[in-house]
């Protein structure tokens, strides 16, 4: 009986960010406010891909900040444009919402891998584009949470964070979240050359560097 329960959160949850994902780009606008700052995320949707100078700006953001992220590569639009619809869009437990504040747009944070067990998830892609409006990254964060626990019913978040990002870890530190175990990673070769990625798990080696596996409390 109690699978049955959580076969039932399961595809009620996936088909609810499917269908979000597919609807009109601004539908899913969550209001948000930090201080006396108001401000929405928006859910991206499939429509997204044919907006160039949105996966520009997405592809712009990512390269300024690849140090933050496990492989480094080339950007252009058309790959930026392939990964949203290949490993956004079409991933059924990833979403991720952009950062709009007078007209502009600042960042992004996202919910990916649903634990569906334990109602939680990671919060992910958690990005600031722009230099402006100091505090909205966290604000956005919250405003992202808060929405998922009264809208897909999740009970808590987890993060992963590379070991030596240490603004970011202060960042989570301050929202809540906590260390609870480290995973090694190594460098292995990918597409563009050497990328990072988790060890496997009888891995024994030192590791250089780790992610960092934080939840809320
Ligand atoms: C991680 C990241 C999103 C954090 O962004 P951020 O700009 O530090 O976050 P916020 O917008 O919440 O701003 C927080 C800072 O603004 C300050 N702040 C908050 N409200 C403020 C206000 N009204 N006036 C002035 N400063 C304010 C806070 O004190 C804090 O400063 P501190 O870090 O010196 O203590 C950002 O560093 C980033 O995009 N890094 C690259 C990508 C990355 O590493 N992502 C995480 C991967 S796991």
């Not at 108001?38 to 499939?46: A, C, D, G, H, P």
């Not at 480094?72 to 079409?90: A, G, H, N, Y």
């Not at 437990?93 to 952009?98: E, K, T």
């Not at 929405?147 to 240490?166: A, F, I, P």
């Given at each position: 009986?109690?699978?049955?329960?959580?076969?039932?959160?399961?595809?009620?949850?996936?088909?609810?960010?499917?269908?979000?994902?597919?609807?009109?780009?601004?539908?899913?606008?969550?209001?948000?406010?930090?201080?006396?700052?108001?401000?929405?995320?928006?859910?991206?949707?499939?429509?997204?891909?044919?907006?160039?100078?949105?996966?520009?700006?997405?592809?712009?953001?990512?390269?300024?900040?690849?140090?933050?992220?496990?492989?480094?590569?080339?950007?252009?639009?058309?790959?930026?444009?392939?990964?949203?619809?290949?490993?956004?869009?079409?991933?059924?437990?990833?979403?991720?919402?952009?950062?709009?504040?007078?007209?502009?747009?600042?960042?992004?944070?996202?919910?990916?891998?649903?634990?569906?067990?334990?109602?939680?998830?990671?919060?992910?892609?958690?990005?600031?584009?722009?230099?402006?409006?100091?505090?909205?990254?966290?604000?956005?964060?919250?405003?992202?949470?808060?929405?998922?626990?009264?809208?897909?019913?999740?009970?808590?978040?987890?993060?992963?964070?590379?070991?030596?990002?240490?603004?970011?870890?202060?960042?989570?530190?301050?929202?809540?979240?906590?260390?609870?175990?480290?995973?090694?990673?190594?460098?292995?070769?990918g597409r563009d050359g050497?990328?990072?990625?988790?060890?496997p798990q009888d891995y024994?080696?030192?590791?250089?560097?780790?992610?960092?596996?934080?939840?809320?409390?």
């Amino acid at each position: 009986m109690e699978n049955a329960f959580k076969d039932d959160f399961k595809s009620l949850t996936l088909t609810k960010i499917q269908k979000l994902k597919h609807g009109r780009f601004g539908r899913t606008s969550i209001k948000c406010s930090c201080s006396d700052l108001r401000f929405v995320i928006i859910l991206l949707t499939s429509e997204c891909a044919k907006n160039p100078d949105l996966m520009e700006l997405l592809g712009r953001w990512r390269k300024e900040n690849e140090a933050y992220y496990l492989s480094q590569f080339p950007i252009s639009t058309e790959r930026t444009t392939k990964w949203f619809i290949d490993k956004l869009v079409e991933v059924p437990d990833r979403m991720l919402f952009i950062i709009e504040i007078s007209g502009k747009y600042i960042g992004h944070v996202g919910l990916f891998r649903f634990n569906f067990d334990k109602r939680t998830c990671e919060i992910d892609n958690i990005l600031r584009g722009e230099k402006d409006f100091p505090g909205i990254m966290g604000c956005a964060v919250r405003g992202m949470t808060d929405w998922g626990r009264r809208n897909l019913k999740l009970r808590g978040y987890t993060l992963k964070v590379l070991s030596d990002n240490l603004s970011a870890i202060r960042f989570y530190q301050k929202l809540g979240y906590e260390e609870v175990s480290r995973i090694p990673l190594i460098q292995v070769s990918g597409r563009d050359g050497l990328e990072w990625s988790e060890a496997p798990q009888d891995y024994e080696g030192e590791a250089a560097r780790y992610y960092i596996v934080m939840e809320s409390g």
